[in-house]
């Protein structure tokens, strides 16, 4: 108690000393009378060291401007063919994505960002230019996992679908791959990844 109540003086020194006429004084939480402060328990970001109280709304990272001129140089059909199987580990079984929506995403710098800041970084992007939608190939997997795209112009795309695994607590977890097509060909790609990684 003693050194809440000095650190409450030394703010109050510091308002009158500076001629401020408000300040906010921080919540100090308390547990068994030790004047431990204490951490909430959600997804937020916590400044340590001011009580209880300071959070802040999870940072969006603000996409790149749409590269359209990029985009305009990609062919919207073409004869090759990716398939494969879109599926989650859990403690040495396979857990298939059954009825899952996946989509190919051409390789561009618009995409790169996506993937290295939300699927590699985990973080939140700023709403995708709708322009995108144009340029994506989208199809479902049967109950076994399985999927396939026909007519993928040859490129560089990402794969990417979403399980929903409910023998994780009924996680979603998003699974992306990098794959190269080329002209009149067939690529087959293990889209698989462990629970909790």
């Known amino acids: 108690m003693r050194t809440i109540f000095m650190g409450i003086l030394a703010i109050w020194a510091t308002v009158l000393l500076s001629g401020c ?3 906010e004084l921080p919540d100090f939480g308390h547990k068994k009378g030790t004047g431990t402060v204490q951490n909430a328990s959600d997804d937020r970001v ?5 009580g209880e109280g300071v959070q802040s709304e999870p940072i969006v990272i603000r996409r790149i401007p749409f590269p359209a001129d990029e985009y305009a140089q990609l062919k919207s059909m073409g004869n090759g063919v990716v398939k494969g199987k879109i599926a989650v580990r859990l403690n040495g079984r396979t857990i298939p994505g059954r009825q899952t929506r996946l989509y190919l995403n051409p ?3 618009y995409s790169n960002q996506w993937y290295r800041e939300s699927y590699l970084g985990g ?3 700023s709403k995708a230019d709708p322009r995108l939608f144009n340029y994506l190939k989208f199809t479902a997997s049967d109950d076994q996992g399985n999927f396939a795209f026909y007519g993928v112009p040859a490129g560089e795309y990402y794969v990417v679908g979403t399980v929903h695994c409910t023998e994780c607590d009924g996680e979603n977890i998003r699974i992306a791959r990098r794959v190269r097509v080329k002209n ?3 690529v087959t790609v293990s889209l698989t990844k462990t629970a909790g990684n």
């Open 21 to 23: 006429t408000h300040i």
């Open 46 to 50: 916590h400044v340590s060291g001011v």
């Open 107 to 109: 390789v561009t710098t």
């Open 123 to 125: 973080h939140k992007l």
């Open 184 to 186: 009149k060909g067939t």
